[in-house]
């Protein structure tokens, strides 16, 4: 085998050989190139002699992180000795793959090739309508570098350890980092002043709305980048964002309507670190999963 238990991301290359037989090993050379070895398998040249066809085709398939579905121009009408469309076929391969990856919620990228078009919902057996709701992505061979270079961008986006993922962990170092300094800076300078006998109104209003302004930057960076969370976890980050931009603004209606400059900066004290710690808490319930 390729190795592909070890390997971070798999991606299966999900064909038809009657269809696209050739366009799917040069696809997998060139993937293989721009994601490392081990990473893409498909049928022929990630079996071992002797091993058992169908078994580990069906281990592989639906172990991948995501599947490419090469579709050409006979994708949809290729049959069997019988007439009847293969697709149709309860023990045909290809409907198989896909179906289970559709089950299973991974990535699913239906790439046409030279110009095909993706079939209509009724030339598809139930089990894979879904396909039909997944964005399609052309290949041909006069522009194949720069078609296979946006496939493998696109794919690289929804895999484990992807860019998405790297940039999701970087986003949830940054925030947390953020806030959590914000919020200590202000309770820390409070804490202070009470100790050495001076009111919370002896703070600076500037001081007062540091956490205020962290906030407020960690929320657009969540509205910013909620496109790449888990769309089952995403409300999340709507949530952490929303609750952040409307914490701030409601804090800072009570700020002005509150007349005791001591009730008022108590009131941005509290109201600031309320709403830090809401974000936060918020936002870690998304688990920062890439989709």
């Known amino acids: 085998m390729f190795g592909l238990g070890k390997a971070p991301g798999r991606i299966f290359i999900n064909y038809r050989r009657d269809d696209v037989a050739g366009v799917a090993g040069r696809l997998s050379d060139s993937l293989s190139r721009y994601f490392g070895d081990g990473r893409v398998f498909r049928d022929v040249d990630g079996i071992d002699a002797g091993a058992n066809f169908e078994e580990v085709l069906k281990n592989t398939s639906q172990s991948a992180d995501a599947m490419i579905v090469l579709i050409g121009r006979h994708w949809a009408t290729v049959a069997d000795a019988q007439g009847r469309p293969r697709l149709h076929d309860p023990d045909d391969w290809v409907a198989r793959e896909i179906a289970a990856a559709l089950g299973k919620n991974i990535p699913v990228f239906p790439v046409l090739v030279e110009n095909a078009q993706m079939p209509r919902a009724d030339e598809l057996p139930p089990s894979l309508h879904a396909l039909l709701r997944h964005n ?18 696109v794919v690289a986006i929804d895999l484990p350890g992807s860019a998405a993922e790297r940039m999701l962990q970087w986003l949830r170092v940054v925030i947390s980092v953020a806030l959590f300094v914000a919020v200590a800076l202000t309770v820390g300078v409070v804490c202070w002043n009470w100790g050495a006998g001076r009111g919370a109104d002896a703070m600076e209003p500037a001081l007062l709305g540091i956490t205020f302004i962290v906030t407020v930057g960690a929320s657009m960076l969540l509205l910013f980048f909620a496109r790449l969370f888990d769309p089952p976890r995403r409300p999340w980050a709507y949530a952490a964002a929303l609750v952040g931009l409307l914490g701030t603004l409601t804090c800072f209606i009570l700020y002005w309507w509150i007349g005791s400059p001591v009730n008022e ?11 830090a710690l809401a974000v936060l808490v918020l936002m870690n319930q998304t688990g920062f999963k890439a989709r």
């Open 136 to 153: 399609a992505i052309s290949i041909g061979d006069q522009r194949w570098s720069a078609d296979v270079t946006r496939l493998a961008k």
């Open 265 to 275: 900066s108590a009131a941005m004290v509290f109201g600031s670190t309320v709403t």
